[in-house]
C-alpha cells in the first residue's frame, strides 16, 4: 500500500490515572515506544508534537479522596506531580504534560459536549439508577456493595464481583449498599445523553475493517470483534460531583464521562502548547495522528473517540493505534492496588542513573504482539550481555585503543582490505533498516537493528587484533581504528531515539555535541584528527546481590497481600461432646527424631507416650523443621488414630500442628511442663 505523505505528526500517549505512581508496564505498553517515535521524528527533523497529561477525574479517584480524608483535589495534585516526575527522570520528551483539571481542558470538553449536544448529535434517555438517599447523590457503580449473586460473596461492587470475577450490573446484587453512607440506595430517575455508536457503525467498519488493515493484528482484531457486535449507545454523563459539569441546563449536578473528557485531554494539552497553531495539529488533513496505548485503552481510541471526533466534525482521524499487549511481572499481572509493580521512583532510587538500561530491556522486551513478562533476572542479563558485552565492550575498546596508540585523536584511514569492506558494508543500510522498522512502530526490531552495528563493530576489531598488529604494522592499526570509530559514532546516533542518556554520554567521550540523524550510514562521520574526550565506561555490569535484592522485595510484597488477604476457614458444622470425648488427644515427649530415608517430606519420630513403651508417629513437617529442633519437646498427638503405613514404617498416631495462611507450619507444644502421657482436653 502506498504511504501517505503528512505534513506534521502528532503524537499521543495515554493519559496515566493520577491516582498511582507510574510503573514499568505503564513505560513499556506506552511512554517508552511513543518517545522513541517522536524522538526519531524530531531526529528526521519532521514537525511533530509528543502530547501528554494526568487524566485527573472519574471515580476512583473520588473514592481515594474519601478514604484519605482529603479532597479529589489533593489527590490528583500529589499523583500528577509524582507521574510527572518520572517521566522527566526516565526522558520521556514530551512536549507538554499537562491535567485534564486545566482550565484550558474544562472549557475544551465543555464546548465540544455543547456542540454535540447543539447539532442534536446525542441521546437523551431516562433510566433508573440506585439514588443514596442520605447523601444526595447517585451512586456510581463503584460506590455501590452488596452480596454478589453468583458466589454470594458479600463485598461485591456494582459493576463486578472480585472474587468470581463476573461483570454485575448495579441492580444484579443482593443487598445492596451505598459505600458512602452505608445506608440502602433507593431507586431514581435520572437523565443522561447517550452517544449513538450504533449509527456509525457502518462508518467505522469502513473506515478500519476496510481502510486500516495495516494497524497491528492485536489491534485491528479488537476492532473487529466489537464491530461484528452490535454496538451499543453510550452514556457520556454521569452523575456525579468530580469531573467537568455537563453544560447544559437540565443537566445540574451532573459531570462528562471521563472516558469522554479524558481524549479531549489530547486537545487542550496542545491548545495549552500553542494557543494559536494548535488547530492544524488536528484539523489539517495533512496531519497525521497517532496515538500510543495500552491494550485496555482501545475501544475507547478506535471506536469511541474517533465517533466523537466524527460526530463533532472537522477533525482527522487516528492514522494509526500502535497499542501494546500487556506487560507482566515476574509471572504475575501488574497491579497498582496489590503494589505488584516496579515503580520508576523506586527504581532510580536501587539503580541511580540506569534508566537507560529499563528502557533498553522494556524495548527489547516489549509486549507489541502478545503479553509479556518482565524478569529480573532478564533485566540482569541483557544489561551484562547485551549493554555491557556487546555495546558497552566494542564502545570501550575502540576509545581506550586510540586513547593509548594516538592520544585520543581519529587516525587516517588507509587502504581497505576485504574485512574492512565487509564491516563498512554491513553499516551502511542500518539507516534504512531501523528507519522502515520505526515508520512500521516496530521499536522492538528496530532496537535491535541498533544493536547489530556493536556486534558488527566486536566482530570486527575481533577479527583484527588491533593490539597484536601494533607491533609490526602501525598503520595498519590506524586503518582499523578509524573504521572502528566510524561504527561508534553510528552507534550514538542510531540509539538516540532509544537510549537517549547513553546516547548523550557517548557523544560526550566523542566530543560529538551535534547529532545529525542523516550521518546515519555515513563512514566518515569523524574526520581524522579529530580530538576524542575522554573515555568513561558507558554501562557497567549488575550483580547478583542487586537482583537477589529485588526479588526478595517481591516476595515480601506478595507476603503481605497473602497475609491481607487472608481470612479464617469457615468453622466445620456442629458436633456432640460424646464425638469429642471418642477423641484421646496426649502430650508426648520427643525422645529421638531423624529424617526418613527417601521422603523428603517425612520425619520419624520416637515420643514418650507415659505408657513405658516408645511410640513411634511418622509426620510430614519435614520442610519445616530440622529433626534436631524438635528433640527435647512436649508435643500434642492424637493417640487413637488407626495406624497406617508410610514408606515401610507404621505410624502411630498424628502430632498436632497449625498451618499459617502462607503454607508454613507450627507444631503445637505447651506453655508448662506437664508428664508424657497427660491427656488434653
Ligand atoms: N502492565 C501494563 N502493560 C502495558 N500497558 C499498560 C500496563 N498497565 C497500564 N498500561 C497502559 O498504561 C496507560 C496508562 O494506564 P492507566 O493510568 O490508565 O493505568 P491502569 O491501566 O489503570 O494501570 P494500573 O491499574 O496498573 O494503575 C494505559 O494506556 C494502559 O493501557
Ligand atoms: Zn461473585
Not at 475501544?299 to 494509526?320: D, T
Request: charged fraction near 30%; proline fraction near 5%; glycine fraction near 6%.
Amino acid at each position: 500500500m502506498e504511504q501517505k505523505q503528512y505534513k506534521r505528526t502528532t503524537v499521543t500517549a495515554a493519559l496515566p490515572y493520577a491516582n498511582g505512581g507510574v510503573h514499568i508496564g505503564h513505560l513499556a505498553g506506552v511512554y517508552v515506544p511513543a518517545d522513541i517515535f517522536a524522538r526519531y521524528l524530531r531526529l528526521k527533523k519532521e514537525d511533530v508534537v509528543f502530547i501528554g497529561g494526568s487524566d485527573e477525574h472519574g471515580v476512583p479517584i473520588t473514592i481515594r479522596a474519601r478514604k484519605e480524608g482529603v479532597t479529589p483535589q489533593d489527590v490528583v495534585d500529589r499523583f500528577h506531580s509524582m507521574i510527572k516526575k518520572s517521566f522527566e527522570d526516565f526522558g520521556i520528551s514530551f512536549d507538554i504534560y499537562s491535567r485534564t483539571t486545566s482550565p484550558t481542558h474544562h472549557d475544551m470538553a465543555s464546548n465540544f459536549f455543547k456542540k454535540l449536544y447543539d447539532d442534536g448529535k446525542l441521546l437523551e434517555k431516562e433510566t433508573e439508577q440506585y439514588y443514596d438517599e442520605e447523601a444526595h447523590q447517585f451512586l456510581a457503580d463503584r460506590y455501590i456493595t452488596g452480596e454478589c449473586p453468583h458466589c454470594h460473596n458479600e463485598g461485591a461492587y456494582g459493576d463486578q464481583c472480585e472474587k468470581c470475577g463476573r461483570d454485575l450490573s448495579p441492580t444484579e446484587l443482593l443487598h445492596p449498599r451505598s459505600t458512602i453512607s452505608g445506608s440502602q440506595p433507593v431507586m431514581k430517575k435520572t437523565k443522561n445523553w447517550y452517544l449513538p455508536l450504533d449509527k456509525y457503525q457502518d462508518w467505522l467498519k469502513e473506515w478500519i475493517l476496510e481502510g486500516h488493515k495495516e494497524w497491528r493484528p492485536n489491534v485491528y482484531g479488537q476492532c473487529k470483534s466489537w464491530l461484528d457486535l452490535d454496538l451499543q449507545p453510550r452514556a457520556m454523563t454521569r452523575d456525579l460531583d468530580w469531573g467537568i459539569p455537563v453544560p447544559v441546563k437540565e443537566a445540574e449536578g451532573k459531570v462528562l464521562y471521563v472516558w469522554f473528557d479524558a481524549p479531549i485531554g489530547y486537545i487542550s494539552n496542545t491548545k495549552e502548547l500553542l494557543p494559536d497553531s494548535w488547530e492544524k495539529w488536528w484539523k489539517d488533513p495533512e496531519t497525521r495522528l497517532v496515538h500510543f496505548i495500552g491494550k485496555d485503552n482501545i475501544v475507547f481510541h478506535c471506536i469511541v473517540f474517533p465517533v466523537m471526533l466524527k460526530a463533532h466534525g472537522g477533525y482527522v482521524m487516528p492514522e494509526n493505534v500502535p497499542s501494546n499487549e500487556f506487560l507482566n511481572l515476574e509471572d504475575d499481572k501488574i497491579s497498582t492496588s496489590k503494589n505488584w509493580a516496579v515503580w520508576l521512583h523506586e527504581y532510580l532510587v536501587d539503580f541511580p542513573g540506569k534508566q537507560d538500561v529499563l528502557r533498553y530491556v522494556l524495548t527489547a522486551n516489549a509486549p507489541e504482539t502478545k503479553d509479556n513478562n518482565f524478569t529480573w533476572k532478564d533485566f540482569q542479563e541483557r544489561n551484562n550481555n547485551e549493554l555491557v558485552a556487546v555495546y558497552g565492550n566494542f564502545v570501550n575498546r575502540a576509545l581506550q585503543l586510540t586513547k593509548k596508540y594516538f592520544d585520543g585523536k581519529v587516525p587516517t584511514c588507509g587502504e581497505l582490505n576485504d574485512v574492512d569492506k565487509l564491516a563498512l558494508d554491513e553499516l551502511k543500510d542500518v539507516k534504512e533498516k531501523v528507519e522502515s522498522l520505526l515508520d512500521t512502530y516496530k521499536f522492538r526490531d528496530a532496537q535491535k537493528e541498533a544493536m547489530m552495528l556493536a556486534r558488527i563493530g566486536n566482530k570486527y576489531i575481533a577479527e583484527c587484533e588491533p593490539w597484536k598488529v601494533w607491533k609490526t604494522d602501525p598503520k595498519r592499526v590506524e586503518t582499523i581504528l578509524y573504521i572502528s570509530l566510524q561504527l561508534v559514532a553510528n552507534l550514538a546516533i542510531a540509539f538516540e531515539p532509544f537510549l537517549p542518556f547513553s546516547s548523550a554520554k557517548l557523544r560526550n567521550m566523542l566530543n560529538m555535541p551535534q547529532v545529525n540523524w542523516n550521518e546515519l550510514g555515513n563512514t566518515e562521520i569523524l574526520k581524522p584528527g579529530h580530538q576524542l574526550g575522554e573515555p568513561e565506561l558507558l554501562f557497567e555490569k549488575i550483580e547478583d546481590e542487586a537482583i537477589e535484592y529485588q526479588l526478595k522485595k517481591l516476595s515480601d510484597t506478595k507476603k503481605a497481600n497473602e497475609a491481607e488477604a487472608y481470612k479464617a476457614k469457615e468453622i466445620k458444622p456442629v458436633i456432640d461432646f460424646a464425638d469429642f470425648e471418642k477423641l484421646d488427644l496426649r502430650v508426648g515427649h520427643i525422645l529421638a527424631c531423624e529424617k526418613v530415608k527417601k521422603a523428603n517430606k517425612l520425619l520419624k519420630f520416637t515420643i514418650d507416650d507415659g505408657s513405658g513403651k516408645p511410640r513411634t508417629i511418622v509426620s510430614g513437617i519435614a520442610k519445616f523443621y530440622e529433626p534436631e529442633e524438635l528433640v527435647g519437646k512436649d508435643v500434642v498427638f492424637i493417640a487413637n488414630l488407626a495406624p497406617r503405613q508410610l514408606m515401610g514404617i507404621e505410624s502411630q498416631g498424628m502430632i498436632l500442628s497449625a498451618e499459617n495462611f502462607d503454607g508454613d507450619l507450627s507444631v503445637l507444644s505447651l506453655l508448662k511442663e506437664v508428664k508424657p502421657g497427660s491427656q488434653v482436653g
